[in-house]
């Protein structure tokens, strides 16, 4: 079979999409992010100017942890798919790439290789969908929409600072939730404690 005669999959306008979220969308987690707590006696954040409020930046912490699970569940499942047709994860985005730009002629992939990315494209798209889908209602569990979580990402990415930031906030809330549990904890003990001696004074 000619490459000229060969009936490439058309995934251009689906795999944009791909490659679209998963530069976007496969969000890493915000803790590998962390960065030593800085020693000062002031509130190092004092001076400082974020274009998103604390709830908006928690709220895309937790989104973002979701987020980050689902697509490596997604990729995982691309790689085991594009394996099943007997290519390697990046051999599929090499010729994926060349498709889109009408490049599959030169003659770097063989007419095998084609055939495999021609019968492997419909699942991974497939996939991509279900994982976009998801992604999404996560995101809007936490009462955001896409564009505003991309939109928080992209600037995370880009400031330093914010990722700092983010990281300080979600410490601050597992303190504060350690605190609280302690001091439920403490409330309990003291309840129990009231009651024992109400027992043995009755």
Excluded: C
């Excluded at 795999?15 to 890493?28: E, K, T």
């Excluded at 290789?113 to 419909?122: C, D, G, I, L, R």
């Excluded at 990415?157 to 906030?169: E, G, I, K, P």
């Amino acid at each position: 079979m000619s490459f000229a005669k060969m009936k490439i999959f058309d995934i251009s306008k689906y795999f944009l999409m791909l490659l679209i979220i998963m530069s976007i969308g496969i969000a890493f987690p915000v803790m590998a992010q962390e960065a030593e707590e800085k020693a000062e006696e002031e509130d190092p954040w004092a001076d400082k100017e974020f274009p998103f409020d604390d709830e908006t930046l928690l709220s895309f912490f937790d989104a973002n942890q979701e987020v980050s699970a689902v697509n490596r569940q997604s990729q995982e499942q691309i790689r085991e798919t594009v394996q099943d047709f007997g290519l390697t994860h990046e051999r599929f985005q090499q010729i994926s790439r060349a498709a889109q730009m009408g490049a599959l002629q030169d003659g770097a992939f063989s007419a095998e290789e084609v055939e495999a990315f021609n019968a492997a494209a419909p699942q991974v798209t497939a996939i991509q969908r279900e994982n976009q889908t998801m992604m999404q209602t996560l995101v809007e569990e936490y009462d955001m929409t896409m564009q505003e979580y991309r939109n928080i990402l992209m600037e995370f990415r880009r400031d330093r600072d914010l990722q700092q930031y983010v990281s300080h906030l979600a410490r601050e809330r597992a303190r504060e939730v350690i605190l609280e549990e302690r001091r439920r904890e403490a409330e309990r003990k003291m309840e129990e404690e009231r009651q024992r001696q109400e027992e043995e004074n009755s």
